[in-house]
């Protein structure tokens, strides 16, 4: 259930995937009082929560979460949550709901059950969730070499503590589970070394050399694949 949709330059798949998520926010919408949109931080995905933000919804009735967080308070510089806050929680798009996956203890692990429990609140399927893929193929915080990584891949929990084997700071991060817990997912990825690394997740190999391979190939949730130069 993979489709690959390929577009000739970044600012046209911004375009038209900003465009995609609100009509599903609204399809949503048309058939129950909330819709939920599952996003993934980093610097990518910056121009998509701009364009986003500007999309005419109820965004009152939005609640975004997130797919992973750094264990960092929301006011450090490398908080998932603060670059949500920063572009796309902005103007109209201000008034939809956040569940940040940061609680404020001192370890992903002490928090690992309270985010469980806040997204266990939250309507289910979710209406999308919105991947990123790193070149080692990690997708949300399950990355290849992390001790977690079988726990993230089968475990019934939402959320889980992740400690990556060459990434700053202390992870959570949604599991397999709850990411695969929505109408539809996309991967959005950009230039030729994430798209060699996309070609090699679709060959056959271990999932646990390349994690974005869970969500290739299981036939559960549709998910789209959108890819620029």
């Known amino acids: 259930m993979c489709s690959l949709r390929e577009y000739p330059d970044q600012a046209r ?3 038209s995937l900003a465009q995609d998520v609100a009509r599903r926010l609204k ?7 909330r819709a939920v949109l599952v996003v993934s931080g980093g610097r990518s995905p910056v121009p998509l929560f701009q364009a986003l933000a500007r999309q005419v919804l109820p ?17 450090h510089p490398d908080s998932n949550e603060a670059l949500v806050r920063d572009h796309l929680l902005q103007g109209a798009a201000a008034a939809a709901q956040l569940v940040p996956l940061f609680t404020g203890d ?3 692990e002490q928090g690992a059950s309270k985010a469980s429990a806040a997204l266990a609140e939250l309507p289910r399927p979710f209406s999308r969730v919105i ?11 399950l990355f290849p070499g992390a001790a977690e990584l079988t726990e993230g891949l089968t475990t019934e929990a939402a959320a889980l503590a992740v400690h990556p084997p060459h990434a700053p700071h202390p992870r959570l991060s949604l599991s397999l589970r709850a990411l695969l ?21 679709l060959e056959e190999g271990p999932v646990e050399d ?17 890819w620029a130069p």
Do not use: F, N, Y
């Not at 399809?27 to 009082?33: G, I, N, Q, T, V």
């Open 13 to 15: 798949l911004i375009a």
């Open 27 to 33: 399809e949503d919408l048309a058939r129950r009082e």
């Open 59 to 75: 965004w009152e009735r939005v609640t975004v979460t997130l797919a992973d967080e750094r264990w960092v308070p929301a006011d």
């Open 106 to 108: 001192a370890t992903p």
């Open 131 to 141: 991947l990123g893929m790193g070149e080692d193929g990690h997708i949300a915080s």
């Open 181 to 201: 817990d929505t109408r539809d997912l996309v991967l959005m990825i950009s230039g030729p070394a994430k798209r060699r690394v996309l070609e090699r997740a």
């Open 210 to 226: 390349l994690p974005v391979r869970a969500i290739l190939r299981q036939t559960a949730v549709p998910v789209s694949v959108c």
